[in-house]
C-alpha cells in the first residue's frame, strides 16, 4: 500500500502564535510530528502543506517535502480540512501524477503520537478493510456522556443520553461500556474517499477507531493546551 503522509501547518494560527514553528521542548512543534513520522518507516511520501515561507523552511529543515505553497483560499481561520487535503492530492495528480492508495492526515497540534502509534496504525488499518481508521481516547468518567446533561429552554434539566437526571447511573464503574473522542493524532483513509461523488469525506463508512493513551493525546487548541504540553513535553524528552 502506498501511503501519503499529509502534514497540514497554516500560518495563520491567532490564538497561539505561531503555534507550529513554536519551540516545544527544544525544537518547533512541528518537529514532533514530523520526527514520528519519519521514524514509522510507512510512508511513500511526507509532504507539508503551507502557506507560510518561514514554516515551509522549518519543515524542509526537518526533512520532510514541501511540493507547493498552499493558496491562500486554503489558508483563512474557517478552512476546513477536506479541501486542503484535497487540493494537496489534485495537486500530486496534476503536478506529479502522483497517486497514493491511502493518506495519513498528521497535525502538528497532537505532538506525542509516537512512531509505533503509527506503524500499529497503519498494520490494523490494512488488515480490517477499512475505509478508514481515527485515533482516540478514552473519555474521562466525569465528562462521560452517561453523565453529560441537558437544560431546557425552561431551565429544566434531564439527561443527555435521555431520561430523568434520578435515573442518572451514580458510579462511572457502572457505564454500560467506554466511550471514546478523537484526539487528533491520526487519521487514515483510502485516497479515492476525497473526491468521492456522493458525499468526499476522511472517513467513509467502515471506520476502525484506533485507541491512545491520554499521555500520548495532548491536543493543542489554546494557550491552556500550550502548558500542558510544556509539562507533557518534559516528560517525554526524559
Known amino acids: 500500500m502506498k501511503i501519503l503522509g499529509i502534514i497540514p501547518a497554516r500560518g495563520g494560527s491567532k490564538s497561539i502564535p505561531r503555534k507550529n514553528i513554536k519551540d516545544l521542548g527544544g525544537k518547533p512543534l512541528i518537529a514532533w510530528t514530523i520526527e514520528a513520522a519519519k521514524q514509522a518507516g510507512v510512508f511513500d511520501r511526507i509532504i507539508l502543506t503551507t502557506d507560510d515561507d518561514e514554516i515551509a523552511a522549518v519543515g524542509k529543515q526537518w526533512g520532510i517535502e514541501v511540493p507547493f505553497m498552499r493558496p491562500k483560499e486554503f489558508a483563512e481561520d474557517k478552512t476546513p480540512t477536506l479541501p486542503v487535503l484535497q487540493h494537496a492530492v489534485q495537486w500530486l495528480k496534476d503536478q506529479e501524477r502522483y497517486e497514493p492508495d491511502a493518506i495519513m ?31 482516540v481516547v478514552e473519555i474521562p468518567g466525569h465528562y462521560s456522556p452517561y ?73 493543542i487548541d489554546s494557550p491552556e493546551d500550550w502548558h500542558l504540553a510544556e509539562r507533557a513535553a518534559e516528560s517525554f524528552k526524559s
Do not use: M
Open 105 to 135: 492526515l498528521l497535525q502538528p497540534t497532537a505532538p506525542f503520537r509516537q512512531a509505533a502509534h503509527i506503524r500499529d496504525a497503519v498494520k490494523v488499518f490494512s488488515e480490517s478493510g477499512a475505509d478508514s481508521l481515527v485515533s
Open 147 to 219: 453523565w453529560a446533561e441537558i437544560i431546557d429552554e425552561e431551565g429544566w434539566g434531564s439527561l443527555f443520553i435521555g431520561g430523568p437526571i434520578k435515573s442518572r447511573i451514580p458510579r462511572r464503574q457502572d457505564f454500560p461500556q467506554k466511550t471514546y473522542t478523537h484526539n487528533g493524532a491520526i487519521y487514515l483513509f483510502r485516497a479515492g474517499l476525497l473526491f468521492d461523488s456522493n458525499e468526499p469525506s476522511l472517513y467513509g463508512n467502515r471506520v476502525k477507531l484506533y485507541p491512545v493513551e491520554e499521555r500520548y493525546s495532548v491536543n
